[in-house]
């Protein structure tokens, strides 16, 4: 099974790919969290990807895509999750080309749909773990008693006016990769609203209807 989650910020993606993890014993592979490893393993993957995020600049399209694909080849090309990739239609035809080649074509897109209040409230609850990137919710998924308390910040750009403005950037940016997904048979609109189990239920409807289609 090889699938991607899609949504903008906040719209429980990580929750989601937890929950598959547990259902199908699949792997999630973050480019969030590729990222932070790769910088901590000082590789020379890793130092190239450093540069570029101590510069404030975005990493490049070739450098994420290196990542996932050493990260999808460590896997066997098989039962992943990608979770942050692609972000660009130039990224989902990578994607695409990378695992045609070695025969485990992409199964499907979720992409999950969230409105912007809710997403705004969920964002601004949310706390992080500063060394492992775990994310909570100080209400639905607030952080473990054991974890220590001083590890647990809330990230500057979850204010609301500054959530606000990543969502514009990413429906504009993304857009035209769920158009190219969408095209290709692969995009699965999820309503992202609502408790967690009904939402999950959903993107297992989703699983299963794109799994029935491949052994049809």
Known sequence: MRLVLFGPPGAGKGTQSL???????????????????AINE????????????????????????DLANEAMAQHKFDRFILDGYPRTT??????MEFLDAYKSP?????????????IVDRLSNRR???????SYHLTYHPPPADVDPSLIVQRKDDAPESVK?????????????????????LLSPIN???SV???????????????ELELA
């Open 19 to 37: 929950l598959l993890k547990e259902r199908f014993g699949l792997d999630v592979i973050s480019t969030g969290n590729l990222i932070r490893a």
């Open 42 to 65: 000082g590789s020379t993957l890793g130092k190239k990807v450093e540069e570029h995020v101590h510069a404030g600049q975005l990493v490049p399209d070739d450098l994420v895509r």
């Open 90 to 95: 130039r990224q989902a035809v990578w994607l």
């Open 106 to 118: 992409l199964e499907a897109v979720i992409s999950l749909q969230v409105s912007d209040d809710v």
């Open 128 to 134: 992080i773990n500063r060394e492992t990137g775990e």
């Open 165 to 185: 403005a990543r969502l514009e950037t990413y429906r504009r940016e993304t857009h035209p990769v769920e158009m190219f997904f969408q095209q290709v048979g």
């Open 192 to 194: 992202g609203e609502g």
């Open 197 to 211: 189990q009904d939402i999950f239920s959903r993107v297992l409807g989703s699983v299963e209807r794109f799994s």
